[in-house]
Structure formats: C-alpha cells, structure tokens
Nanobody, 124 residues
Framework: QVQLVESGGEAVEAGGSLRLSCSAS????????LAWFRQALGKEREFVAG????????NYADSVQGRVTISRDDTKNTAYLQMKALEPEDTAIYYC?????????????????WGQGTQVAVSS
C-alpha cells in the first residue's frame, strides 16, 4: 500500500501559477502509476493528468492540455502538478491517486489509493 498526501493548493488569481505536490509513503514509489484528479463543487471527479511508472509517458485532460505538467521524483517520493494560466474553471479539490497496474487510465475507479485532496481556488 501507499499513503498519499497532497499539498500546495491555495487561492490564486486567474492567470497565475501553482504547483501541487503529492508526497507518498509506504511501498516503493516507482511501483505506482500516479495521477491527478479534480472535483469541483457539484461535479463528478475528473481526470487531470497521469504519469506512468517510468515517468516517461504522460496523459493530460483536454481541459488542461498545454497549461499543466505532471512529473514525479521517485527519489523524493513526490509527484507534482505544475499549473499555469489558471482559470476559474480550474477551481476544485485536487486529488493525487496511485494504482499498481502499469497503465495510465482516466477512470478514477481504477486507482487504488487516494490522498485527502488539496483545494485550489482561482478567482477572476
């Protein structure tokens, strides 16, 4: 198992940048595919970005393509979501998720472990 803790969420003005972190503990970090999901008030949880176990393959939702970079540093047991050009529509609770199976998926139900979430609020 792996434990995940997100941090870095805060209130930011539109157009700003933010870096979210996902700190992991437990089994070796490089055994997991990592992803970021977000859930806005009254909406379903949606996929934002994912990175495979090697850190090479990445997948992004269309809504954040070009504005978001996912990365992982297995030496620090940490994954990151770097966001720029933030929009009010990016306001949500952002969750880090991990799964052992070796493919990035956009389906939240396929991920085995979740952090508690970190709030991002983008004001116009």
């Amino acid at each position: 198992q792996v434990q995940l803790v997100e941090s870095g969420g805060e209130a930011v003005e539109a157009g700003g940048s933010l870096r979210l972190s996902c700190s992991a503990s437990g089994r070796p970090f490089n055994m997991y595919v990592l992803a970021w999901f977000r859930q806005a008030l009254g909406k379903e949880r949606e996929f934002v970005a994912g990175v495979d176990k090697s850190g090479v393959r990445k997948n992004y939702a269309d809504s954040v393509q070009g504005r978001v970079t996912i990365s992982r540093d297995d030496t620090k047991n940490t994954a990151y979501l770097q966001m720029k050009a933030l929009e009010p529509e990016d306001t949500a609770i952002y969750y880090c998720a991990a799964r052992y199976q070796p493919y990035i998926t956009t389906d939240a139900t396929t991920y085995d472990y979740w952090g508690q979430g970190t709030q991002v609020a983008v004001s116009s």
